[in-house]
């Protein structure tokens, strides 16, 4: 039972249920109503079958990812979180490795299922290319300047984006009006992922700080250490303020619609903690408070993804 629940946690259990919470919001409450604004027959779209196991091969190539990060990291996870680790404490570090090719070979080998039935390269494509980009954030790109951080919210914004892209090889032979509704999805696409990119950006450099002192042990070049902790702090508020800034747009954009509680939900759990977030951020000075304000931004990109049964 322990090491049952020591590779839920290796394989972070709790972020691989925001990634399929994610899919599902958006398959259901974006692509499926804008798919049926049609009066005659709908869109060829993937089918709940098939969205179902992109969902699973989504999961499972994040997974190893999580796997592969904790298997690189051991060092510096035994300076910044101790109590928390899993490699070599009770998942030996050889089968750390064996469930990464496992888990990323099963969700390409799903991955390469849908493409061949959707006739679709698009969707194994950007899975060897999430696997590939996984590897080489967790040996290379994680210690350095910026580059680390951007592929893991690049990654974080892919979760939404690729069911649009999916079902790109619609657009090719449709009608104006077809059209129209895939430039409508493509829109929503673009907000929610620019979304998920922004505040994943803005999260991954405020865990850069509260790790700071094991990955300056082992040499990494993150942001806090090259550029200082208030470089940092600096950064990651321009772009919280670009991001709430952005909130409003949409927010004085959405009022023609008349979708009162969708602007109240907005406000209320969107906007306002992101505003709560750069007060704490500004105030921030120990680990303890910086871990607060990562989890706390987590939460926040729960409540935008929630967004979604409103539109």
Not at 13 to 34: C, D, R, S
Not at 52 to 73: K, Q, T
Not at 227 to 237: E, L
Request: positive net charge; charged residues 15%; hydrophobic residues 55%.
């Amino acid at each position: 039972m322990k090491l049952i629940a020591a590779f839920f946690r290796l394989v972070r259990w709790n972020n691989l249920i925001f990634i399929v919470l994610t899919q599902v919001l958006f398959y259901f409450f974006i692509l499926l109503p804008g798919f049926s604004m049609r009066a005659s027959k709908p869109l060829n779209r993937i089918s709940p079958f098939y969205f179902a196991l992109l969902c699973l091969s989504s999961v499972l190539v994040a997974a190893a990812g999580y796997v592969i990060n904790d298997y690189f990291d051991l060092n510096i996870d035994r300076v910044n979180k101790p109590e928390k680790l899993v490699v070599e404490k009770i998942i030996k570090r050889r089968w750390t490795i064996i469930w990464h090719w496992i888990l990323s070979g099963l969700g390409v080998i799903i991955g390469s299922v849908i493409s061949l039935k959707t006739r679709n390269p698009i969707f194994v494509l950007s899975l060897i290319a999430c696997a590939i980009l996984l590897w080489f954030y967790s040996t290379t790109f994680k210690r350095k300047l910026l580059v680390g951080n951007i592929i893991v919210s690049l990654l974080t914004a892919w979760v939404i984006m690729v069911l649009y892209f999916c079902e790109f090889r619609n657009s090719i032979f449709l009608n104006p009006e077809e059209r129209l509704i895939l430039s409508r999805l493509f829109k929503f696409s673009v907000i929610y992922s620019g979304f998920a990119f922004i505040i994943s950006l803005v999260r991954e450099v405020i865990k850069d700080i509260e790790d700071m002192e094991g990955d300056a042990a082992y040499n990494c070049h993150t942001m806090p250490i090259v550029w200082g902790v208030q470089g940092a702090k600096i950064f990651a508020a321009t772009w919280l303020i670009v991001l709430i800034c952005s909130l409003v747009v949409i927010q004085f954009y959405v009022l023609q619609y008349r979708l009162l509680w969708a602007e109240l939900y907005c406000g209320l759990l969107i906007v306002f903690p992101l505003l709560k977030v750069l007060r704490d951020l500004y105030n921030a000075t120990t680990v303890r408070d910086y871990h607060r304000l990562s989890i706390f931004i987590k939460l926040v990109m729960v409540t935008g993804v929630l967004s979604m049964i409103f539109f």
